[in-house]
């Protein structure tokens, strides 16, 4: 099976076909594509993430390690998102930085336990593998970064197809490239 090297440099290599592509059947059907900079950066980036995000499965994986990592990050935001709304250790008489190194604390620990959960219940080449999950991620990115859900918009559709076709290239070369 091709190693998470080989899925990085193949979607970095790749990227610039999935622009061109894009670009050009936009073009086609008359839609203006005008893409700055930083949008054909992040768009880099969801490609090349794409391309080795099926592996986030395998606990040995770097990008389930970044994950993890995301995932405790991800718990320490919810946990002061919570305190918005119910400030759940108000009732300790401590100050405000001791407070809130214990939410960070709390943050911490669920985010590992998802984290850990997460490991537990997947399982390599899983659900993670497959084209529906891409097709599914692609749709959430869309509306993650769409402004209107009501009317088409090229530059959300071209940050999820990233996602989407980077998702696509590790699964055909998983698929072809067995070792």
Known sequence: MPNFKTHIITGILFYPTYFLL????????NIKFYPDESLILLSFFFFVLGSDLPDVDHNFSLINKFFRILLVGLGIYSIFKLKMYYDFLSFLPLKAYI???????????VGGIIGFLFNYITKHRGRWHSPLTGFLLGII????????????????????LSLTIGFYVHLFLDFHFKS
């Open 141 to 160: 990115t869309y509306y993650l970064k769409s402004n209107n859900y009501y009317l088409f918009d090229s530059e959300a559709l071209f940050l999820a």
């Open 22 to 29: 894009y670009s050009f059947i936009m073009d086609m059907i």
């Open 99 to 109: 407070l809130k190194t214990l939410y960070i604390i709390i943050g911490i620990v």
